[in-house]
Structures are given as structure tokens and as C-alpha cells.
């Protein structure tokens, strides 16, 4: 976590000299659950960040991001804690779907003013990092982009080519995959994730192809009943189509 922290957010290594987890559990329920997100909250020395994974493109993400920022930016504070007293809050959001027109893979956000380029705060950042961008160069050089190949690694050949990059903390998290994908509760738990997947997109499927079926007689029947009204059919015309 420390290494991850300290490339992501590109701090040096040895600045960071504690980090808090403050939701260390996830069970097996949210594991499995239908939402399939990831959400760590982190104090790292005296700043807030939250690391969150998203595999979705729910609309409205954009905001939802923003409002996670603010509501832990704003809650911080305890009574009688004066404002110059609030930390610094970082969000990284990890994508698995292009949001930004921009070539980059990753993006900053912070409050600034557009017309003089003067930041406001030093308090806010948003990062995104959208893995659907990524190419397939490794380059140890560039270790936030070994993490985010390492997150978006879907086979033991990416994971092989990775761990060969020598970057100890890459081959350490590449490793620790290995080493937990070889536990039969780990394979367990992803083949259930993975049935789950594939009944979630039948009934998907299914049901937007009968809402297409239904929609698709609805408006004929609909069409029928006006031209049944402006007397461009007849009762037995209308029927006999109804009918069919």
C-alpha cells in the first residue's frame, strides 16, 4: 500500500511515514454483492485518501465522485476544530471505461480559477486513471502505469511480464496474485462471481429484448387506434390486426 500510494500520488517513499486503513474489512457478501466496486479509505501521514475502483459507467459518476469528495472533505472537522485545522483530501478513482476525451490514461482535478490559472486550494484533489486506455508497453520506468497494468491484468502472461520488470513492489503484488488466485476460496469465490456475471447479463438481456417486443406492439397498437379514430380504417380492419 505504501508503494502504491507513494507512485500513484508521485510522493516520495520515504516521506510517508504512517498509514491508517479505516475500513480494513470487506466480506464476502459485498464481495459478491451486485455492485462491483472497490472502496478504501486511507489517512496517510495527515492527509485523507480514498481509493476507490469502479467497473461500471453509471451516469451521474462524475458527480457521485465529487460528492464523496466533499462529504469527506466537509466531515472531518470535530467541535471546536478550526477550519485552518482541515487536511488535504485526495481521491483516486480507478476505471475500468473511457470518461475524458484526452489520449492520457490519467487526469487531475483540483479548484482552480480557468481565466487567471490560479489554484485555489492546495486541500483538493481528484484523480482518475481509466484503465480502458491503457496500451500493453511495459515500462519500468513508469511505475503509476505498472500499477494500473498490474489492476488491469487479466491473464498469468500479463502478470508474468510485469513481474519481470524487476520493480520489487510490482513482482510483490504480482506474486501475492499468484499466490491468492491458487487458493481453491479464491477460486471459488471468483467462479461464483463469475456465474453471477453471466445470469446478471441473460436476464439483462432477456428483459430489454421483451421491453423492444412490448414496446414494438404497443406503438403499432397505438398507431392502429389513431387511424381507427380518423376513420382511415374500419372496426374490422382494426381487429383483425389487434389480433395478430
Not at 484503465?131 to 498490474?150: G, H, I, P, S, T
Not at 513492489?169 to 496474485?177: C, E, F, G, L, Y
Not at 481453491?184 to 471468483?190: A, W
Not at 389513431?226 to 389487434?242: A, K, S
Request: hydrophobic share 35%.
Amino acid at each position: 500500500m505504501k508503494n502504491f500510494i507513494s507512485d500513484v500520488l508521485e510522493i516520495p517513499y520515504d516521506s510517508i511515514k504512517n498509514i491508517e486503513i479505516e475500513n480494513s474489512e470487506i466480506t464476502p457478501e459485498e464481495i459478491d454483492g451486485k455492485f462491483t466496486r472497490f472502496d478504501l479509505k486511507l489517512t496517510v501521514n495527515d492527509e485523507l485518501v480514498n481509493v476507490e475502483i469502479q467497473v461500471n459507467n453509471h451516469r451521474g459518476f462524475k458527480e457521485r465522485v465529487l460528492y464523496y469528495w466533499a462529504q469527506r472533505y466537509g466531515t472531518q472537522l470535530e467541535k471546536g476544530q478550526g477550519y485552518d485545522e482541515i487536511k488535504k483530501t485526495i481521491s483516486i478513482n480507478i476505471v475500468d471505461f473511457k470518461m475524458f476525451e484526452t489520449e492520457s490514461y490519467c487526469s487531475t482535478y483540483t479548484m482552480a480559477d480557468l481565466e487567471h490559472n490560479t489554484v485555489l486550494t492546495d486541500k483538493c484533489a481528484i484523480h482518475f486513471f481509466e484503465l480502458a486506455k491503457l496500451d500493453y508497453n511495459v515500462d519500468a520506468r513508469d511505475k503509476k502505469k505498472l500499477w494500473m497494468q498490474l489492476i488491469n491484468s487479466e491473464s498469468e502472461e500479463e502478470l508474468e511480464m510485469l513481474s519481470n520488470t524487476n520493480v520489487e513492489s510490482i513482482k510483490d503484488a504480482a506474486d501475492m496474485i499468484f499466490k491468492l488466485s491458487s487458493e481453491k476460496t479464491v477460486r471459488d469465490m471468483e467462479r461464483r462471481r463469475e456465474e453471477r456475471l453471466r445470469e446478471e447479463a441473460w436476464a439483462l438481456n432477456s428483459a430489454r429484448r421483451e421491453g423492444i417486443d412490448e414496446g414494438w406492439q404497443k406503438g403499432q397498437n397505438d398507431t392502429l387506434k389513431r387511424l381507427l379514430d380518423e376513420g382511415i380504417i374500419d372496426e374490422v380492419t382494426y381487429g383483425r390486426f389487434t389480433q395478430q
